[in-house]
């Protein structure tokens, strides 16, 4: 299984960025994705999940701005970020749900 995210970059506050996580190597229709974040110093945190049929769940703190999104016919989960802070800057993971199968990380810089 492999997990390629991409999209991070530098954006300044209040802008947007589209986080990717290509998918291989699994039935990825049949999976629940995760998103995570990790940030200088802090521990990796949960922002977003999208089950198998496409519900979706995001953390309190980016709720209204984060949209976790799928596409089954790329194998593609999706992170769309409106409305960044500062404090969404971390490496950006995606995860397969379930699993201990983690995408190699986008970094996400928010600058104020």
């Known amino acids: 299984v492999q997990l390629q995210a991409s999209g991070g970059g530098l954006v300044q506050a209040g802008g947007s960025l589209r986080l990717s996580c290509v998918t291989s190597?699994?039935?990825?229709?049949?999976?629940?994705m995760r998103w995570y974040r990790q940030a200088p110093g802090k521990q990796r945190e949960l922002v977003a999940t999208?089950?198998?049929?496409?519900?979706?769940d995001v953390a309190d703190s980016v709720k209204g701005r984060f949209t976790v999104s799928r596409d089954n016919a790329k194998d593609t989960v999706y992170l769309q970020m409106n409305t960044l802070k500062p404090e969404d800057t971390a490496v950006y993971y995606c995860?397969?749900?379930?699993?201990?199968?983690w995408g190699q990380g986008t970094q996400v810089t928010v600058s104020s």
């Open positions: 995860k397969v749900a379930n699993s201990d199968h």
């Open positions: 190597g699994m039935i990825f229709r049949l999976n629940a």
């Open positions: 999208i089950s198998s049929t496409g519900f979706n």
